[in-house]
């Protein structure tokens, strides 16, 4: 059995070296974000078409930085795989690609940054879990959703006592994507279970100390006829209740809901922040956003409020790009591990198994192979 990846540290990488696969709408938006992160440097881009170099290439001499060497062709991705100048590939193709690619980059010994979801199946998730440890590689999925302003307090709020116990999270993914992206509304409609799951998981996970002191049980799922709404409810083994859900065809206003329920304290991020407490304060609107500012003091809210400062489009991204190189570099334990990773990502097979069978329960895998209790609580180092 290979050794746990459980706050995995590799040699610090002084100047990060970014292979990108796909330079479509989802590459390029990476590589805006990136000219703004120092200590990072994208030398390869690898793509099918030559139109989507030229464009990414573009971004990155338009903004002063050097231009990269550009693959192109169907076998590009496992070219940039096997480049000895790239220190981590970074995935931003089609969901079913995902897993394929992460795991020959890690087999050339390149770390990964994947687009979320890492993998659609669960033997998928157990081939990310298994290469990471084998080739001792960090794989890291891009849950920008980790780094809200909102949930960043809350995580703080819950390390200091400020919810009591917490017995139950609600995380979502609503949003009106009928005209936006007809492409996630096949993906969707065709899927029959929730295909999206990380946006609300990911939080909950890290605030629930998932895998580091307690782990993902089972679920069930239901799903309606026309296959585009889901509802996910989620067991731990300690018996805390996660609910997710994913809505993307009704006119409903955004939210990804980000609900709190503990002995002691209430918090819900939409549609309105609101923070209640059993001393008898409470607060909404902004302010709750005013509070939540007095518990804002990890390294990753820095990064957002360095962001927030900076004037970016989305603090949640240039957070999430700062910690990550700022980690390789610093030779530290990544935010989001291979562990994550593969609970969050299984999600959308197993939702989709539990609603096909009459909201059957379906178990989740443990894949730390019973190594969740090694550590309590997860950290921003």
């Known amino acids: 059995m290979n050794g746990s990846l459980l706050n995995f540290r590799t040699d610090p990488i002084p100047e990060v070296r970014i292979g990108l696969i796909g330079t479509g709408s989802r590459g390029c938006q990476t590589i805006a974000r990136y000219v703004e992160v120092s200590g990072a440097r994208i030398v390869c881009l690898a793509d099918i078409n030559e139109e989507n ?13 050097p231009a990269a060497r550009t693959i192109c062709g169907a076998q590009a991705w496992q070219e940039i795989c096997r480049q000895e100048n790239v220190d981590i590939v970074y995935i931003c193709t089609d969901w079913a690609s995902h897993a ?22 669960v033997s998928e998730c ?17 849950e920008n959703c980790c780094y809200d302003f909102f949930f960043l307090a809350n995580l703080e709020m819950a390390r200091q006592g400020k919810f009591g116990d917490i017995r139950h999270c609600e995380g979502a993914y609503i949003h009106h994507l009928e005209e936006e992206s ?19 998981l990911g939080p909950i996970g890290l605030l629930l100390n998932i895998h580091r002191g307690d782990r993902l049980d089972y679920l069930v ?30 006119p409903r206003n955004y939210s990804r809901i980000q609900t709190i329920c503990g002995s002691r304290g209430y918090s ?51 957070a999430m790009d700062r910690r990550l190189i700022y980690c390789l570099r610093n030779g530290l334990p990544l ?10 990502s ?15 329960p379906v178990a989740i895998p443990d894949f730390t192979n019973g190594h969740w209790q090694d550590i309590k609580g997860h950290c921003f180092f």
């Not at 157990?126 to 891009?142: G, P």
């Not at 007809?182 to 609300?200: E, I, K, Q, S, V």
């Not at 935010?335 to 969050?344: F, Q, R, S």
């Open 221 to 250: 799922s239901v799903t309606t006829s026309e296959g585009c709404i889901n509802n996910t409810l989620i067991r731990t083994v300690l018996g805390r209740t996660i609910l997710l859900q994913l809505d993307v065809t009704t």
């Open 100 to 121: 394929k690619i992460a795991c020959e980059a890690m087999e050339n010994g390149k770390h990964v940054a994947v687009e979320v979801p890492a993998a659609t199946t």
């Open 335 to 344: 935010d989001i591990d291979v562990y994550d990773a593969a609970e969050w």
């Open 182 to 200: 007809p492409w996630m509304m096949d993906n969707y409609a065709f899927h029959g279970g929730n295909p999206y799951p990380t946006h609300g």
């Open 53 to 65: 170099l030229a464009r990414a290439n573009k971004l990155l001499t338009d903004s002063g930085r």
């Open 126 to 142: 157990r081939k990310l879990v298994e290469v990471a440890e084998k080739t001792r590689r960090h794989c890291f999925m891009t």
């Open 268 to 318: 819900q991020r939409y549609p309105l922040a609101t923070l209640s407490f059993d001393d008898g304060t409470s607060f909404s609107g902004e302010a709750a956003l005013e509070e939540a500012h007095r518990f804002f003091h990890s390294h990753a809210a820095k990064q957002w409020q360095e962001g927030h400062d900076k004037g970016v489009i989305n603090e949640m991204n240039y």
């Open 346 to 360: 299984c999600i959308a097979e197993l939702s989709r198994q539990s609603a096909q069978n009459n909201s059957q």
